[in-house]
């Protein structure tokens, strides 16, 4: 029987226990329907070796060693991964475009006894729905952006917000990446398409009725772009301007980015990519900075002769209403819980 996903709603798989990916290891990581679990049917090699049979020999051989190989995976699954389920579990299976990888895993489950459907359409009718939402339609949501200079703390506002029972969207977070070229963290970005679905499924969690917090951020969060629909959105909503002292964001770069500093040659490693935007002598500089451990110092430099100078320039193109600018004397726990606050008022005015 055919599943027919008709919407991204968090409750619309909610009649499976589990959703499967049959498809590759390198398919599912990246992207997948959001829950689901991956038991490939074909490893990425294996895919890679059948695709080639199809295209230069046989269509037939390879659907015949295909099929061998389906076979023996799912057989490894259901004695492993599936050795615990009852008769009445309930899976969602689905591959690529609901094809052949889907249904034949489905097949054999079937036959087990267990309720089994395959998504129609396959991983391509989720990614449809995803695409529509952030590319095609008109966003049903408002936003309020928080803007300021580098090391202004607007990313942990942003949670302090949540915390206090605002909305907030955090792309940074669903990017992975801090939207500078120091601002990579640990782990690699997402793919493209999974920080979609990640935007899309955090979307799908708010209310279009109330405004939703973000921060001002380039269309381009690391190598992960804004989607248009949600960039459109955000272009056109008011900001609130946070404005820190130059000591106090000092202060709270050093500890946001304590992560990237307790690794001087990574961090030296970054620094000198900044040769080909600012001179060869400011960089020594940074880097003098780094070796001696004066991190502070070297957050305030790097804002004060980069960063701030970047956000002036970006600032200029944008045409947002400042609904207001607050002032803050410093950026500790209490501070940002404070800001909070303050943006939530005039979150209720508006």
Not at 14 to 26: E, K, L
Not at 214 to 227: C, D, F, N, Q, T
Not at 228 to 244: G, L, Q
Not at 301 to 313: A, F, I, K, N, P
């Amino acid at each position: 029987m055919a599943f027919k996903l008709d919407n991204l709603r968090s409750d619309a798989l909610s009649r499976f226990d589990t959703v499967i990916d049959v498809r590759s290891p390198a398919e599912f990581a990246e992207d997948h329907v959001p829950g689901a679990i991956n038991l490939p049917v074909m490893s990425n090699e294996e895919r890679a070796t059948i695709g080639t049979i199809y295209v230069q020999e046989s269509a037939f051989r390879a659907r015949k060693l295909g099929a061998a190989i389906v076979a023996r995976n799912a057989a490894d699954h259901i004695e492993t991964h599936l050795s615990g389920k009852d008769g009445a579990w309930q899976p969602l299976v689905y591959c690529w475009r609901g094809g052949q990888r889907s249904g034949s895993f489905a097949s054999i489950l079937s036959q087990i006894g267990w309720r089994t459907e395959v998504l129609e359409g396959g991983y391509r009718s989720y990614r449809t729905q995803v695409v529509r939402m952030l590319y095609e339609d008109a966003l049903p949501h408002s936003f309020v952006l928080l803007d300021g200079n580098t090391g202004s703390g607007k990313t942990a506002i942003l949670h302090a917000l949540k915390a206090q029972g605002a909305q907030m969207l955090d792309l940074e977070g669903l990017a992975n990446h801090r939207g500078s070229l120091l601002g990579a963290m640990h782990d690699e970005q997402p793919s493209q398409k999974m920080f979609e679905s990640r935007l899309a499924q955090a979307l799908m969690q708010l209310d279009p009725s109330r405004p939703i917090v973000a921060e001002a951020e380039s269309s381009k969060i690391g190598e992960r772009l804004i989607p248009a629909s949600v960039w459109k959105t955000m272009r056109a909503a008011p900001r609130i301007d946070i404005a820190a002292s130059l000591e106090a964001r000092a202060k709270f770069l050093t500890r946001d980015y304590a992560d990237v500093l307790e690794n001087p040659s990574r961090m030296a490693e970054r620094l000198d990519k900044l040769r080909a935007l600012c001179s060869h002598q400011r960089v020594e500089q940074w880097l003098e900075f780094l070796r001696q451990g004066k991190h502070e110092q070297l957050a305030a430099d790097l804002m004060q002769h980069h960063y701030d100078r970047g956000y002036e320039r970006s600032r200029a193109g944008r045409e947002n209403t400042v609904l207001a600018t607050l002032q803050t004397e410093g950026l500790e726990p209490s501070d940002i819980a404070q800001l909070a606050t303050r943006v939530i008022a005039l979150l209720d005015q508006g």
